[in-house]
T-cell receptor, first 114, second 111 residues
Framework: NAGVTQTPKFRVLKTGQSMTLLCAQD?????MYWYRQDPGMGLRLIHY???????AKGEVPDGYNVSRLKKQNFLLGLESAAPSQTSVYFC?????????????FGAGTRLSVL | DAKTTQPNSMESNEEEPVHLPCNHS???????IHWYRQLPSQGPEYVIH???SNVNNRMASLAIAEDRKSSTLILHRSTLRDAAVYYC????????????FGQGTTLQVKP
């Protein structure tokens, strides 16, 4: 059972380039989340999805777009990367929002924007 | 969202118990107390959660104060692999599953 898988693991972009981060989960979870973590900080929620075809903004959504076309996948897009988006990105999933709603995290994608 | 306060860092000796405190004085009646930890270069992982009563699982114990304004995560016998950042998070019923992470407590385990 792979759990939550993120691709790629590492990426270096130039300012203005675009890219898509892929998150896949094999636990049939309804809810999926994208977080970012800056050095020495806790995780901050970018966008989340409560089901296939639905997305919503989190705490820091600017500069990112997301899509949830399939239940098992949650894509995070950067249309025009900026140095401020250099961070570690984590995807998570959970069965639902009902307690205890344990979230399962991927290993992260380390993104550098030059 | 109710906030939590944790010490920035703590140290323990290997094979000794560790008590990680968390203050949450503005907790509401429906907020669950969740603990996650993040090992170096990994994503966070769930540790334990509770509402009012003390809880035990294979990883740790959670002691919740009677007024619920504080809680303590207890690692009964710390190992070097327990060195991580530990996050205390309040999870309310209206959060749509969202977790709000603070800076957590960095636990250093000495051999």
């Amino acid at each position: 059972n792979a759990g939550v898988t993120q691709t790629p693991k590492f990426r270096v972009l130039k300012t203005g380039q675009s890219m898509t981060l892929l998150c896949a989960q094999d636990m049939n979870h309804e809810y999926m989340y994208w977080y970012r973590q800056d050095p020495g900080m806790g995780l901050r929620l970018i966008h989340y999805s409560v089901g296939e075809g639905t997305t919503a903004k989190g705490e820091v959504p600017d500069g990112y777009n997301v899509s949830r076309l399939k239940k098992q996948n949650f894509l995070l897009g950067l249309e025009s990367a900026a140095p401020s988006q250099t961070s570690v990105y984590f995807c998570a999933s959970s069965f639902s929002s009902k307690h205890p709603d344990i979230q399962y995290f991927g290993a992260g994608t380390r993104l550098s924007v030059l | 969202d109710a906030k939590t306060t944790q010490p920035n860092s703590m140290e323990s000796n290997e094979e000794e118990p560790v008590h990680l405190p968390c203050n949450h004085s503005t907790i509401s009646g429906t907020d669950y107390i969740h603990w996650y930890r993040q090992l170096p270069s990994q994503g966070p992982e769930y540790v334990i959660h509770g509402l009012t009563s003390n809880v035990n699982n294979r990883m740790a114990s959670l002691a919740i104060a009677e007024d619920r304004k504080s809680s303590t995560l207890i690692l009964h016998r710390s190992t070097l692999r327990d060195a991580a950042v530990y996050y205390c998070i309040l999870h309310g019923s209206g959060n749509t599953g969202k977790l709000i992470f603070g800076q957590g407590t960095t636990l250093q385990v000495k051999p």
